[in-house]
């Protein structure tokens, strides 16, 4: 079972930015499509930026153009910058795991909160 550990999240006043890191265990890191997901109040969780193993990434059309999705394997990290931060954003924030076979494995999560 991965372990994901996010941090970065925060407080931030709209117009702001922060980046979300994810830190995972395991040496398979390179081989996983990694993606940020959250979960405001009320509401399901969504899918807000996906990348692959080979780079390719992906965003839902309302954070596409102020949020970006990086990785790095030598560290076995994976990021979420986020500029333009609006209160709409305000969730709490998941990295996630996938590896054919093995599964989606989810972190505990991080709080973003955005104040107009």
């Known amino acids: 079972q991965a372990q994901l550990v996010e941090s970065g999240g925060g407080l931030v006043q709209a117009g702001g930015s922060l980046r979300l890191s994810c830190a995972a265990s395991g040496s398979i890191f390179s081989i996983a499509n990694m993606g940020w997901y959250r979960q405001a109040p009320g509401k399901q969780r969504e899918s807000v930026a996906l990348i692959t193993s080979g780079g390719m990434t992906n965003y839902a059309d309302s954070v596409k153009g102020r949020f970006t999705i990086s990785r790095d394997n030598a560290k076995n990290t994976v990021y979420l910058q986020m500029n333009s931060l609006k209160p709409e954003d305000t969730a709490v924030y998941y990295c996630?795991?996938?590896?054919?076979?093995?599964?989606?494995?989810w972190g505990q999560g991080t709080q973003v909160t955005v104040y107009s």
């Open positions: 996630a795991r996938l590896v054919s076979g093995i599964g989606l494995s």
